[in-house]
C-alpha cells in the first residue's frame, strides 16, 4: 500500500524566512509520480508540480524549490523568502502506475507572520 | 476555459433533509472524484468514479449517495444518515490513468443549521 507523510501539521514563520515543508512517501512501486498542491484560504486546491519517479532533478521555480530523493523516499518544497501570499495549506501526493486514485498527505498549513 | 464548476458555494441545510451538490467539468475527464475538508483536517475520499455509469465507495462513504449519469456530471447528495456533514466538500477530475495528477473545483460550504 502507498502512503504520504507530511509530519509537519503546522508551520509559523516571519515574512522573507526560507521555510521547507517536508514529505516522505511509502510505495514498493518503481514507477510513481509525486504532486505537490496549494490550498488558499479560497479553498481550492492548485497544482504545483508534478515528478516522476525517473527524475531526481531539483527543480526551481521563482521562490519555490523542490528537493526529490529516492533514497530517503523524500519530496520536500522549499519556500524562499517567504511571503505573506505563500500562507495556505500544502498537500503531498502520490500515484503509482496503474493506481485508481492519489494519495494525499494530511496537509501542512504554512502561516507566514508580517 | 476548462475547469471543474461546483456549486452552490455555501450551502445550508436543515437537520434530516437531503441535499445535492453539483459538480461538472468541461475538461473531458474520465475520473471524478469528491472529497471531505473538516477544519483544520486533510482530505478524505467519499465516492470516486472511473466511467459513466460506475462509482466506488471510498473512505467515508456513508451517509452520501452519488450518481454518474454523464461524463461532465458527478453530483452529490449528502443524506440525513450523514450525522455530521457540516464540512468543506471539493470534487475533482483526473484523465483515466491520473499520473497528471486532480484538477481541483473550488469547493462547497456546507452547513446544517
Known amino acids: 500500500a502507498q502512503k504520504v507523510t507530511q509530519a509537519q501539521t503546522e508551520i509559523s514563520v516571519v515574512e522573507k524566512e526560507d521555510v521547507t515543508l517536508d514529505c516522505v512517501y511509502e510505495t514498493r512501486d518503481t514507477t510513481y509520480y509525486l504532486f505537490w498542491y496549494k490550498q488558499p484560504p479560497s479553498g481550492e486546491l492548485v497544482f504545483l508540480i508534478r515528478?516522476?519517479?525517473?527524475?531526481?532533478q531539483n527543480e526551481i521555480s521563482g521562490r519555490y524549490s523542490w528537493n526529490f530523493q529516492k533514497s530517503t523516499s523524500s519530496f520536500n518544497f522549499t519556500i524562499t523568502a517567504s511571503q505573506v501570499v505563500d500562507s495556505a495549506v500544502y498537500f503531498c501526493a502520490l500515484v503509482i502506475q496503474g493506481a485508481q486514485k492519489l494519495v494525499f498527505g494530511q496537509g501542512t498549513r504554512l502561516t507566514i507572520n508580517p | 476555459d476548462g475547469g471543474i464548476t461546483q456549486s452552490p458555494k455555501y450551502l445550508f441545510r436543515k437537520e434530516g433533509q437531503n441535499v445535492t451538490l453539483s459538480c461538472e467539468q468541461n475538461?473531458?475527464?474520465?475520473?471524478m472524484y469528491w472529497y471531505r475538508q473538516d477544519p483544520g483536517q486533510g482530505l478524505r475520499l467519499i465516492y470516486y468514479s472511473q466511467i459513466v455509469n460506475d462509482f466506488q465507495k471510498g473512505d467515508i462513504a456513508e451517509g452520501y449517495s452519488v450518481s454518474r449519469e454523464k461524463k461532465e456530471s458527478f453530483p452529490l447528495t449528502v443524506t440525513s444518515a450523514q450525522k455530521n456533514p457540516t464540512a468543506f466538500y471539493l470534487c475533482?477530475?483526473?484523465?483515466?490513468?491520473?499520473?497528471?495528477?486532480?484538477?481541483f473545483g473550488s469547493g462547497t460550504r456546507l452547513t446544517v443549521v
Open positions: 515528478r516522476n519517479s525517473f527524475d531526481e
Open positions: 475533482a477530475s483526473s484523465m483515466a490513468r491520473h499520473l497528471y495528477g486532480y484538477t
Open positions: 475538461l473531458n475527464h474520465d475520473a
